[in-house]
């Protein structure tokens, strides 16, 4: 069946939500009871919603999430101490919107990267730049770049991303240049765009944890101080997840 010759200039001039609306109502008999406004008005709509899916598409290949997860999956049925209100709160991302920080601690296993994910996912759905990266990755990513050149561009790129999502903080002894590296990003983006730290590490041995007095002094102060926290409790999900498959 050859395809109608306007949908088919639709998709030339780009308008490819619209191309498709437009295939589904000459097909359907039911639109001819509509008028010409209101059958238009559905072709806007499935263009715009189009766009708006293929942009967050884009959000979340850039984002390069570890692992798939949204807020609407959480589980707060197994007790971990996960506080409803304030992450029902955090899920409106108002918290991306006013630069504030957002903190997740926890043992091994309990599910920080899949809610560091969750949240980063909502923050795409809400129209933000999202990164998510590996600290110890990140900082390598940070030192070949200075050795190749490509060290401002990409303090830039990462200061332009309203989330950030740093995994695995602080789990690994920091070398002085790594130091100085995390004090150049979380300072390009304090006051200016949101950090979001998940980590095993508890906030009160962040200072030792980082290893220099006074540069731990300045990435706490830039970090710590304006910034919600979640602590989750309770023994690994990937434990109980592998009981229970074993169990089955």
């Known amino acids: ?6 949908a088919a200039r639709l998709e030339a001039l780009g ?3 619209m191309a498709g609306a437009f295939d589904e109502q000459i097909t359907d008999a039911a639109m001819a009871n509509l008028g010409f406004e209101d059958r238009f008005a559905l072709l806007v709509d499935r263009e ?8 967050l598409q884009a959000r979340l290949r850039h984002a390069k999430l570890r692992v798939q997860a949204a807020i609407e999956d959480i589980d707060f049925r197994t007790p971990r ?5 304030l992450v029902l709160q955090l899920a409106e991302s108002r918290w991306i919107a006013d630069h504030v920080n957002l903190i997740i601690t926890g043992p091994t296993g309990s599910g920080k990267t899949w809610l560091s994910c969750a949240f980063g996912h909502r923050a795409a759905r809400d129209d933000h730049s999202v990164l998510y990266a ?15 050149g490509r060290y401002p561009r990409l303090l830039a790129s ?6 950030l999502i740093l995994d695995d903080w602080a789990i690994t002894p920091m070398t002085a240049d790594q130091r100085r590296d995390l004090l150049e990003v979380v300072e390009d983006r304090c006051g200016r765009a949101s950090t979001l730290v ?13 290893g220099d007095a006074t540069l731990a002094d300045a990435i ?4 710590v101080h304006s910034s919600h926290r979640i602590e989750i409790r309770g023994e690994s999900m990937r434990k109980r997840l592998a009981e229970k498959t074993l169990g089955a």
């Not at 101490?81 to 209100?85: C, E, N, Q, T, V």
């Open 1 to 6: 069946m050859l395809r109608h010759p306007t």
């Open 15 to 17: 308008f490819h939500g």
């Open 48 to 55: 715009s919603a189009w766009r708006d899916t293929k942009r």
């Open 81 to 85: 101490g996960l506080d409803r209100a």
């Open 134 to 148: 590996r600290t110890p990755r990140l900082l390598e990513d940070l030192a070949v770049a200075r050795a190749d």
């Open 158 to 163: 990462l200061a332009k991303v309203r989330l």
């Open 198 to 210: 998940a980590t095993q590490i508890p906030v009160t041995e962040w200072h030792a944890a980082i």
């Open 220 to 223: 706490l102060d830039r970090l």
